[in-house]
């Protein structure tokens, strides 16, 4: 069963760069990576997804290393309003894919 | 272009009472996904519905039913509720499968005493 690890929660401050990494040992060979974002009493929004080495667009970058058993969304010059949970999600291979979704990152950014 | 809408947003019910949660999409979408989101947590996936016609178990499919009436509309039904399925209820709907982007609904809040 694909299971990501990610740090439950981080601060930063407005107009720095934020790295959030997430680890999926597990990860099949055919499995994407996909970031969502959640503000509170909101559904979850698709920010980026990749499979492997690098992929930006207009929100974020992805870095996949070649391994491909973590990955690291890269937030650049965050505002208050990034202030979320990040989930950070592989699909299932062994159940079309389904996303596992884990308990995700807080960052909470500070003026 | 509504994307995907729930309702209700909020609802209250008794141990044992019955009620659907109604979820819509204007996307042309052929996937649809009921989660809920308890607090802290991700989210688990109750059901799913691969194309109009077909639904598939989830994660944590106990206690609930699903109709998918139209390629559009993806509804959830608690035949008896319980206090265990006090939660937030998000439905979501892809282009095709897990693999696509996912758009979310705002959620449905259920309290269940």
Redesign the interface.
């Known amino acids: 069963l694909a299971k990501t690890t990610q740090p439950i929660s981080m601060d930063s401050y407005e107009g720095q760069e934020v790295n959030i990494t997430c680890s999926h040992n597990n990860i099949a060979t055919n499995d ?1 990576i996909t970031w969502y974002q959640q503000f509170p ?6 920010i980026i ?1 990749g499979y492997k080495t690098k992929v930006t667009n207009e929100v974020a970058s992805l870095f996949i290393p070649a391994d491909r058993k973590s990955s690291t969304l890269s937030l650049p010059r965050v505002s208050l309003s990034d202030t979320a949970v990040y ?1 950070c999600l592989v ?1 299932d291979s062994d159940s ?4 596992i ?4 990152t807080k960052l909470i950014i500070k003026p | 272009n509504a994307g995907v809408t729930q309702t209700p947003k909020f609802q209250v019910l008794k141990t044992g009472q019955s009620m659907t949660l109604q979820c819509a999409q204007d996307m042309n979408h052929n996937s649809m996904y009921w989660y809920r989101q308890d607090p802290g947590m991700g989210l688990r996936l109750i059901y799913y519905s691969a194309s109009e016609g077909t639904t598939d178990k989830g994660e944590v499919p106990n206690g609930y039913n699903v109709s998918r009436l139209n390629k559009r509309e993806f509804s959830l039904r608690l035949e008896s509720a319980a206090p265990s399925q006090t939660s937030v209820y998000f439905c979501a709907s892809s282009y095709t499968g897990f693999r696509e982007t996912q758009y979310f609904g705002p959620g449905t809040r259920l309290l269940v005493l």
Not at chain 1, 41 to 46: A, E, K, T, V
Not at chain 1, 101 to 104: E, R, T, Y
Request: charged fraction near 5%; charge should be positive.
């Open positions: 994407y009493s909101q559904g979850p929004r698709f997804q989930y699909g079309n894919y389904q996303l979704w884990g308990a995700g």
